[in-house]
Structures are given as C-alpha cells and as structure tokens.
C-alpha cells in the first residue's frame, strides 16, 4: 500500500485546496495519506473552521477522513493558531525543536510531498 505525507508549509488557501483534494483523491484510492500543517500554513486552521470559509466543506470532510496527522507545535504558537489546534484535537508534533521531523515519516516507509 502506498503511503504519503503531505506537508503543507504553504499559508495561501489557493495551495492548501491542492493538498485537500490531493489527500482525499489518495486515500479514495486506498492510500494512507498523513497531512501536516506546517509553517504559514497553521494560520489557516482557525480560518477553515469557519462556516463562511469556501474551504470549510472540504477541510471538515478531510478531518473526518482521518487525514490531518497533525499540526507544527512551534509555527501553531507563532502564528496564533495553538489555542483552535488544541481545541480540535489536532496532534501537536514537534520532535524536532518544536516542529515536525519528516525523517520520522520516511522511516515509515511514507513518500513526501510539500506544498
């Protein structure tokens, strides 16, 4: 089974759909498929979890998918997402100085993808 791990770095909403629809079209296909939030990218966390957002649909169908592995610990800090995070049960991973280490996801036999 093929196994990839989507790490989005990228804040604009125009790339995280990418990442959204890239991960929910692998795993329609019966892939296991881990999404981290990274860098700009955490400050969209509060954003999608607003109805109004045009991306809520998909990121609330993404979450119930299982496929949100987790956000960065120290980015969520730095850009004011930490408190929504915590509040969704979004893991926190930083092994690695705060942030997520993708040694750990290759070890795991997982392929990279950054957005």
Same mark, same amino acid.
């Given at each position: 089974m093929?196994?990839t791990?989507?790490?989005?770095?990228?804040?604009d909403p125009?790339?995280?759909?990418?990442?959204?629809l890239n991960?929910?079209?692998m795993?329609?296909?019966g892939?296991?498929? %881990?999404?981290v939030v990274e860098?700009?990218? #955490?400050a969209?966390?509060?954003e999608?979890? =607003?109805?109004g957002? +045009? *991306?809520?649909?998909?990121?609330e169908?993404?979450k119930?998918?299982?496929l949100?592995d987790? %956000?960065?610990?120290?980015?969520?800090?730095? #850009?004011?997402a930490?408190?929504t995070?915590? =509040?969704?049960?979004? +893991? *926190?991973?930083?092994?690695?100085?705060?942030?997520?280490?993708m040694a750990r996801?290759?070890?795991a036999?997982?392929?990279?993808?950054?957005?």
């Amino acid at each position: 089974m093929k196994k990839t791990a989507l790490f989005v770095f990228n804040g604009d909403p125009m790339c995280f759909i990418h990442v959204l629809l890239n991960a929910l079209d692998m795993h329609g296909r019966g892939e296991t498929v %881990a999404i981290v939030v990274e860098g700009a990218a #955490t400050a969209l966390i509060p954003e999608l979890e =607003r109805d109004g957002h +045009p *991306l809520h649909a998909l990121w609330e169908k993404t979450k119930a998918a299982g496929l949100v592995d987790g %956000a960065c610990k120290a980015c969520s800090s730095k #850009t004011g997402a930490l408190e929504t995070v915590q =509040r969704l049960g979004v +893991p *926190l991973l930083g092994e690695m100085s705060g942030h997520p280490a993708m040694a750990r996801y290759r070890e795991a036999g997982y392929s990279l993808i950054t957005f």
